[in-house]
């Protein structure tokens, strides 16, 4: 079964990067690893992804207000938030070829589960097990590793001017929860989302994006009365489970895992992790976690700066207390991809072909004069293509090869109708439309279409 | 004038800022030098901006294709680009009290033009005309700093991890054109366009989000035959120029400056500097380079992998001339809101308005009941609202205040239509309508909104 699943992963990677979705990061110069590269399909598919949640979650709600920060910060933001100290992964070492891995990466590869275990315990597990580095060397005792990327602002660079590159988007917006009060003071409980890169010095990153160095999330934080809470956090994971519909998940592949109290942070009431059965097996894919007061309290003590809420047209003030969806677009791409990803036999033929659902999909349409020798066919393509991509934008012209080579391409790429001008257009204005999912073809008038 | 100009430029900053457009970054912690936050309207402004730029650059067109390439990249992209070497500012420093300035800068301050000056004759006009600190002290001669920002990918920080925060999206494009290449083989002209963040460690931020450290890029670069290169050249000079007529920028307040050849970096065969008429003064917007096949040619020669085109059903091969039109978002936002940015009187009374295009502005409608305490007016306002939040998406709430105010408050934030539901709604189902440029109501049926 984990060859089989390899195999799936391997060749998405292969179809993405000829397909024009996802390229190795820096590739021309043998990459950087960690990082991704997205083409024009890969843009198209994670602008729809975005988008989408920007609808759903902001656009298409009352309690939504969208906020855009800086990746750059001032390190007391990241202080304040505890990064600084415990943003850490534990890290050993091949004590021959002064290699180094994340100590719970290398446990996990051999088959022991590190969850819940102190840096000392992993150390002790590698000595009980005598677990050895890939390379079959002894390992050094595990320190921390902060993974954050350091640089420095300004002219100067010392102890005052390092910043950091943000490893989460949520600080950017507890940062300006007080602006958007001061601007627009609206009523409990209200959300502020935003969308943005963030970045973490992984040690080891793997899992094509999965984990990578360089991501981009779509958080929430939704600040809610401390006695509402439940509630909120309650309906924000119906909403969630909606998106995943949207994204075309199957909803058995989707799995909740309430994290019990000793897994959670400190202030953490509650956690709901939403899995999902990636090629890779079964993943975290997005969190949802009720946060109190931990972080405008924090902020509040670090910058002395009020951050109660003063409930209108009364007297009670509190520190709101939060509910936050945390979703990683990568991450949500690779599921999308994998759950689209599919095989089947078409007369006695392999197919793949991604069945994405039609508004996620980067092309909606394919249009093909049925020869590209014909000028009048090519010209009444012409025409339909253009009235198409006015209307839909998504549309692509495609001539390449005869028309079954057109159909396998377009399967790759997941474009739900592929449209085939041929003689017939020219007399009674239809066309074929060939479905991507069921092969069929029909003939449908080009007004229809 | 100049006093005139800068209360503009102030009242535009304060304005943005209490309507929750554009805060300080990291304000809550008194702020990171040349960083900004945008608020609900200044993101929801912002992504209106920067999707009507793809609409128009990539989904409406057949040659555009997207990228979207990692921040973080191989630090070899830098080496070949010439950025590791040259992408330096002059610095000179306060020789009491160690502050640091950028040379030119404190020349133009002082009223030289430091354009096309050396760095040595930077420092021989500084002594010449006895030019001092903002502090009233000397300065020391000038060295040069390197504006990219540098941080290390990995557990270990040596030279060998060393990567930098791109300073500029482009490269994130020409390292991607084999992959595009190997994956689509466009015809010859084609462009690649990515939209994305780009830093610069710049020693004196200023003029709002005009100069800033961390900003945002739209940048294409459009691949030609070497012979046809200033026919497309000419013909993304008028793609430009409908773009700025979509931003409502007035035509008499933009102006082409065509950049002589001494002035031009030596790769480029002609360059314009499209500047606008800004608060602060006439200053870039946006730049067209004509850069020839510079980048493809380093990438080539630094990377050892083949950049040349090869013509379809020919021989011909060569390495494509490019055209680089790019966009700095922030520089198109600010141009966006000085040129919206209006002053008038109505019933004797100042009036501030920004009147943005329609088709750019945050909130379209505003809805409102006369009366927020009579249930049967609210009643059939959010009925209003409900049907235009649908259909429009972004439409606004507000029943804060007399409706004098609310005018006053969407006049701020550029809301083009306020619609009140009052006594007669009830009766006829008309709405009164309000006209932001004109402040003209009429009362129009609901079924015409």
Partial sequence: MAAQKNEKMEAIVSLTKRRGFIYQGSDVYGGLSGTWDYGP????????????????????????????????????????????????????????????????HILKDNGIDPTGMTMQQMDVAIQEHGVK????????????????????????????????????????????????????????????????????NEISPRDFIFRTREFEQMEIEYFVHPDKGQESFESLLADIHSFLDLLGLPKEAVHELEVPAEDRAHYSKRTIDIE????????????????????????????????????????????PHVIEPSFGVERALMAVISAAYTEDEVNGEKRIFLKFPEHLAPVKYAISPLLKNKPELVEKAREVYAILKKKHGNVMWDDNGNIGKRYRRQDEIGTPYCVVVDF????DGTVTIRDRDTTEQKRISIDDL
Same sequence: chains 1, 2.
């Avoid at 420095?152 to 929860?177: C, M």
């Fill in 41 to 104: 399909l890969g843009v198209a598919l994670k602008r729809n992804i975005m988008q989408l949640w920007w609808k759903l979650f902001v656009d298409s709600r009352d309690d939504m207000y969208g906020v855009d920060a800086a990746i750059l910060m001032n390190q007391k933001v990241w202080q304040a938030s505890g990064h600084v100290d415990t943003f850490v992964d534990p890290l050993c070492e091949d004590t021959v070829n002064k290699r180094r891995y994340r100590t719970d």
């Fill in 276 to 319: 999902y059965d990636f090629p890779i097996g079964r993943e975290e894919l997005l969190g949802l976690a009720y946060r109190t007061d931990f972080d405008l309290s924090n902020i509040q003590r670090v910058s002395g700066k009020n951050m109660e809420y003063n409930v209108k047209g009364t007297n009670e003030k509190f520190v």
């Fill in 424 to 427: 017939d257009s020219l007399e």
């Fill in 133 to 200: 580095s890939p390379d079959g060397n002894p390992l050094s005792e595990s320190r921390t590793f902060n993974m954050m990327f350091t640089t420095h602002v300004g002219p100067v660079a010392d102890e005052k001017s390092v910043s950091y590159l943000r490893p989460e988007t949520a600080q950017g917006i507890f940062t300006n929860y007080k602006n958007v009060v001061d601007s627009f003071y609206p009523d409990l409980p209200f959300g502020l989302a935003q969308q943005g890169k963030a970045f973490r």
